[in-house]
């Protein structure tokens, strides 16, 4: 099979760097040009669309595409990356934490407003990715940026976990929501797990094919 300009629809592994899984594809697959529509965190796991040959031309199309994401915030406790990339932080009790306190602050995250990317993000500084500078206990000022949350679901499964689902705006840091969505709570939290479930009109479903560890398909589609 010929995997020149294709759409292909990748299940990132945990762990995996987004130019990993398309170097891995590259080799393996035999493809000579290959991009990513949005780059997922070694952390993230899901959806990550890539194109091939002469349809790398959509890719700027795919990433202004809205997103949607599904995962776990850890409450009651930070880290300096925001997720778990970094060791816990300023532990907090969270018994009393309720139903009715969580959809406070879920309610504040609706709609439109400006989220600061965190340092752990690959915004470029002078050239070189944010948290290349993070990793050095570097601190630059970031500016602001207009984000949309067009829905976002909550279910608190104990006192320290919260599933979440979220639908959002291209640029949106989910690692930023669960920060600052701590910081509504008033005890903190992080970003435990998050999988990206749908970018656009692709959807995060059965993969047919496999190769070292990453499960894929060719969007057949478009």
């Not at 970031?142 to 984000?147: L, Q, S, W, Y």
């Not at 104990?158 to 639908?167: A, K």
């Given at each position: 099979m010929s995997y020149t300009d294709k759409i292909i629809l990748i299940d990132k592994p945990l762990d995996w760097t987004s130019?990993?899984?398309?170097?891995?594809l590259k080799k393996q697959l035999n493809i000579k040009k290959i991009g990513h529509a949005g780059t997922l965190d070694p952390r993230a796991t899901g959806l990550l669309v890539a194109c091939t040959g002469a349809f790398t031309k959509k890719i700027n199309d795919f990433v202004n595409y809205d997103k949607e994401y599904s995962g776990i915030f850890r409450i009651g406790a930070t880290t300096p990356s925001y997720d778990t990339e970094t060791e816990e932080t300023e532990i907090k009790k969270t018994a009393h934490i309720t139903d009715e306190m969580l959809e406070y602050s879920r309610k504040k995250f609706i709609g439109n407003f400006l989220q600061l990317p965190p340092m752990h993000s690959a915004v470029k500084h002078e050239g070189k990715p944010l948290y290349l500078l993070a990793r050095k206990g570097k601190e630059i000022?970031?500016?602001?940026?207009?984000?949309f949350i067009e829905n976002f679901e909550l279910k608190?499964?104990?006192?320290?976990?919260?599933?979440?689902?979220?639908?959002?705006s291209k640029g949106t840091y989910i690692r930023s929501i669960a920060n600052d969505f701590g910081v509504e709570l008033g005890v903190g939290a992080y970003l435990k797990e998050l999988r990206r479930t749908r970018v656009g009109k692709f959807l995060l479903s059965d993969f047919k094919s496999e190769v070292n560890e990453i499960k894929f398909s060719i969007y057949e589609n478009d």
């Open positions: 130019a990993k899984v398309l170097n891995v000022e970031r500016k602001p940026r207009e984000v608190k499964l104990n006192d320290e976990e919260v599933y979440f689902r979220i639908t959002c």
